[in-house]
């Protein structure tokens, strides 16, 4: 009885049954083999997700349509888009792109932009610097004359009491 229900625990591939399948499709939502993918990705009935078993359920969902998985990003807005919105909102006449292949074209734009902000961050950090440095010095300026301010009235006040 208890193997039994361990057996049917197994998580298997929805296709053809292959136990502990390591690809996941976030659109259908089933596990697939590595063998099925392939023949899953072949339906073009509607688009699909693959992810590996472990990225299960990461592909971002639409804002608009809540219950919509977005299986394609929008080039001109730069953001992941459902089905729905590739073709009835305004993405309509945007050029998309499967979301597969956002992660890969987006990583070089965003290494340039971090070094860009590496680049414009660092002087800006040496100046801060050299203007805590004067500011430093302004203050003791300030100071010092203060203290000296003090010291001439003091001289007055005891000289008149
Ligand atoms: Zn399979
Ligand atoms: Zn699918
Ligand atoms: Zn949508
Ligand atoms: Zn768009």
Redesign the pocket.
């Known amino acids: 009885m208890v193997s039994r229900v361990s057996f049917q625990d197994v998580i298997r591939c929805y296709l053809c049954d292959t136990p502990v399948p390591t690809k996941h499709?976030d659109?259908?939502d089933?596990h697939l083999c590595e063998e099925c993918e392939e023949n899953?990705l072949s339906?073009e009935y509607?688009e699909?997700?693959?992810v590996s078993f472990e990225m299960r359920g990461s592909t971002p969902k639409c804002t608009i349509h809540f219950a919509e998985i977005c299986a394609r990003y929008c080039k001109k807005c730069n953001s992941p888009i459902c089905a729905l919105c590739d073709s009835l909102g305004k993405h309509k006449r945007h050029e998309t792109e499967h979301i597969s292949k956002m992660a890969d074209g987006n990583k070089e734009p965003l290494k340039k932009e971090l070094k860009a902000v590496e680049k414009f961050t660092l002087p800006k950090l040496s100046i801060a610097r050299k203007c805590n440095k004067q500011c430093c010095c302004v203050f003791s300026i300030v100071f010092g004359f203060v203290v000296f301010c003090f010291g001439f009235l003091s001289y007055f006040w005891a000289r008149d009491v």
């Open positions: 499709c659109i259908c089933i899953h339906d509607k699909h997700v693959i």
